[in-house]
């Protein structure tokens, strides 16, 4: 037999041995209900008390849990929002400046007159006739420390971020939703089960 809740501090229990001690009260109540099946006041009037008392601490420690949950819950939302709106905004990184020791990219021109195709055709010859045909020559610009930036900032890419950001939000949301509505069911199902005081 379980110790009756006037001899426990409630207040000073945590969540999980809350959560124990409701397992354990409904389990005893339990037992009484299929042991004496139908239980009734007429038949087994002593059995019958104690299950709805056990019954009765139920509700009580639930109680306890529920606010205990809840307490856990705004906590939860306290420091999950404190962590987002305090994160450090994201800083695009800048093109070093002059003062400091970074190499200068290449110039276009620069890169097509270093170029390989450039170098072969001007070693041929073939640019010092003007009537000669120059085939078309395409050289890959590398990429710049501005556009590195520019890439950054896109705002497709900061799109993106912000839906996967509004995704795990959502998900987290839809948990707490779900939780919440096993208790609601559960204090719905509790409450329909308890005998009518009044009857017409």
Sequence with gaps: MSTPLAELNLAEMSLANLQSLAVEKFREANEIEEKYTPLSPDTHPTEYAESKRLLGECDV??????????????????????????????????PASRDQDWERPESPGDQFVKSAEFQALLSSGLLNNPRNQVPHIV??????????????????????????????????????????????IADLKRASERPKVFTF
């Excluded at 639930?62 to 809840?70: A, S």
């Excluded at 950054?152 to 959502?170: Q, T, W």
């Design 61 to 94: 420690v639930e109680d306890r849990l529920r606010n205990l949950e809840e307490a856990e819950a705004r906590k939860a939302r306290i420091t999950q929002r404190l962590a987002d709106y305090t994160r450090p905004a994201t800083v695009h990184p800048q």
């Design 139 to 184: 050289v890959p610009m590398q990429k710049s420390p501005l556009f590195g930036s520019v890439a950054a900032g896109n705002p497709d890419i900061l799109a993106f971020k912000d839906y996967l950001r509004r995704v795990i939000e959502i998900k987290s949301t839809a948990g707490t939703l779900v939780a919440e509505q096993k208790d609601v």
